[in-house]
Nanobody, 125 residues
Framework: QVQLVESGGGLVQAGGSLRLSCAAS????????MGWFRQAPGKEREFVAA????????YYVDSVKGRFTISRDNAKNMLFLQMDSLKPEDTAVYYC??????????????????WGQGTQVTVPS
């Protein structure tokens, strides 16, 4: 299995930027597809972005396309989410997650086997 620890959250004004990081330990990081999800108060957890384990193909929810960038560094066992032009509606707890190859779809939370503890991102209105 793999252990995931997010960092980089905080409070930022609308239009600002944050870079979330997710440090992985345990099994070889590169064997997992990776994703970012978020959960706002009173709402269900939603898919934000995903990156494949080898080719680095990326996928985004429509609401963050052009503003967020997911990336990974397999040599350093790290996952990142660069968030630019932040909006109040981006306020949520952000989670990184690992999906074993061949399991489910990148946008479904049930497809992910391992989760971090989450990091809070707050964008005041």
């Amino acid at each position: 299995q793999v252990q995931l620890v997010e960092s980089g959250g905080g409070l930022v004004q609308a239009g600002g930027s944050l870079r979330l990081s997710c440090a992985a330990s345990g099994r070889t990081f590169s064997i997992y597809h990776m994703g970012w999800f978020r959960q706002a108060p009173g709402k269900e957890r939603e898919f934000v972005a995903a990156i494949s384990r080898i080719t680095g193909s990326t996928y985004y929810v429509d609401s963050v396309k052009g503003r967020f960038t997911i990336s990974r560094d397999n040599a350093k066992n790290m996952l990142f989410l660069q968030m630019d032009s932040l909006k109040p509606e981006d306020t949520a707890v952000y989670y990184c997650a690992a999906r074993p190859a061949g399991s489910g779809s990148y946008y479904l939370s049930d497809s992910y086997a391992y989760w971090g503890q989450g990091t809070q991102v707050t964008v005041p209105s």
